[in-house]
């Protein structure tokens, strides 16, 4: 089964771009979208890339904000949305079943634009970490994929000396990232690439960091134990993200 997450930056806007070219190109069973800021009732049936498949949506409540969704040509349940039984007003989490896999969609708060924003980054992050804590336990596997809007280290920042104080490259937010990754989580994409700087999953429109490659890797596919085992070649389709978003999809094969 072929899995694709990608940070989408409005999916009407990525229509209009010609998302369907690239999902017809790479193919993927299963689409997992993050800020998607739309609902289903707003999109064009006629344009619509996912005709006739299984769809689950996860819609923020305010309007042309964040929200998540998957897309499945297999038949997917919906196990729940939200982190364990908390409210979800941005549409944050959104967790599947499709195969047996648990698919989790998730796009973490940015935390850039004020005080507030990091605060509520901060308290999201806290919440979600013993979540994901339960799930990598589980013995089927759990495959995570998403916007968690933060660089491990040096080599997921093309610009690391001076972002080592701007959200998403913050001192906690590392060690928070890192944490993760020490504690059983699989960083498939930086397993693949080795020591490696990038690759990069999110550009500026400022300057020429999409045009140099000068980016932010911020977009992850995680994989708990079981998971790990039977994942193979992800890949971050930057050409895809030029197109379509300012980030870049992944896809990783797993069965």
Known sequence: MNVLTWNVNGLRAAI?????????????????LQEIRCRPDQLDEATFPFKGWHAAWNPAERPGYAGTAVFSRLPL??????????????????????????????????????????AKKAAFAADFRPWIDSLKRRRRPVLIGGDLNIARDKRDIFHWKSN???SGFLPHERAWMNDIVSSGWHDLVRQHAGDVDGPYTWWSNRGQ??????????????????????????QVHRAAGLAVSDHAPITVNIS
Do not use: C
Request: hydrophobic share 40%; net charge negative.
């Open 164 to 166: 080592q104080n701007n």
């Open 77 to 118: 349940q919906v196990l729940h949305t939200g982190i364990d039984s908390q409210s979800d007003p941005d549409g944050r989490v959104l967790r599947v079943d499709v195969g047996g896999v648990d698919l989790v969609s998730t796009y973490l708060p940015s935390g850039s634009s004020s005080e507030a924003a990091a």
């Open 16 to 32: 209009r771009k010609g998302i369907a070219g690239w999902i017809d190109r790479l193919s993927p069973d299963v689409v997992m």
């Open 209 to 234: 960091a999409r045009s140099l490659d000068r980016g932010w890797r911020i977009d992850y596919m995680l994989a708990n134990a079981k998971a790990a085992q039977s994942a193979e070649a992800p």
